[in-house]
């Protein structure tokens, strides 16, 4: 997956629209201190389906929306889109969130589930908490983690994390047809 564009709005310290085109090879971002670089790297796992508020720095997930300073009134809405190339066509991500109503996802313009997004970029062999994207204090996080940990980093970055989701998601299929089956078969137990 190539990630081409990130567009940012009343996320965090981006309370106006901005785009960032991200070109093949190496893209820098260079800043003064506190002026939203690491906000952008959060941007974009927080679209990949980031849902912990305290990896994103916040109490709570409404936090990422622009809060307001002393000339600017606080925003009601944080959207952020990701533009990226999966599988040789153009997709693209949003995530939205308003205050009292919590997030919503599209891919290309269709709503869908935090699951399907997640699955997207787990398919892709990357997702919110890739091994790829190397946050502050992150790589010390890495050396302490426990063998069963590493082992999900390595299956993320091995693009097989999204097989444990639909494992779940076909085993509880199964157990629901499974209580069918029996309730059919008292159904037609009753009949005879
Ligand atoms: P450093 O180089 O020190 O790591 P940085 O460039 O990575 O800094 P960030 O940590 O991304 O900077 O940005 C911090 C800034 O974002 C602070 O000025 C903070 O006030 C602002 N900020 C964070 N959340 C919000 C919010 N919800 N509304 C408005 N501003 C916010």
Known sequence: MQIKR??????KSFVDPAD??????????????GCGK??????????????????????????VIFAGTATRPPR???????LAEVNGAETEIVRR???????????DG????AKDVSLLFADAATGAHSPALVSQGRISA???????????????AAGIAGLHVRRRDAEQKLRATE??????DEVIADQE
């Open 97 to 107: 969130i308003e205050r009292g109503a919590g997030s919503a996802y599209r891919i």
């Open 142 to 156: 890495v050396i302490a983690a426990k063998p069963t940990d590493r082992r999900a980093m390595l299956e993320e």
């Open 6 to 11: 990130l567009r940012l709005s009343g996320f």
């Open 179 to 184: 209580a069918n089956l029996l309730r059919l």
């Open 20 to 33: 960032l085109r991200i070109e093949p090879g190496l893209t820098g971002v260079v800043g003064p201190n």
């Open 110 to 113: 269709k709503d869908v589930r």
């Open 76 to 82: 009601d809405f944080a959207e952020v889109s990701l």
């Open 38 to 63: 690491s906000n952008l790297l959060e941007a974009l796992r927080w679209t990949m389906g980031e849902n912990s508020a305290k990896s994103m720095r916040g109490a709570g997930m409404e936090d």
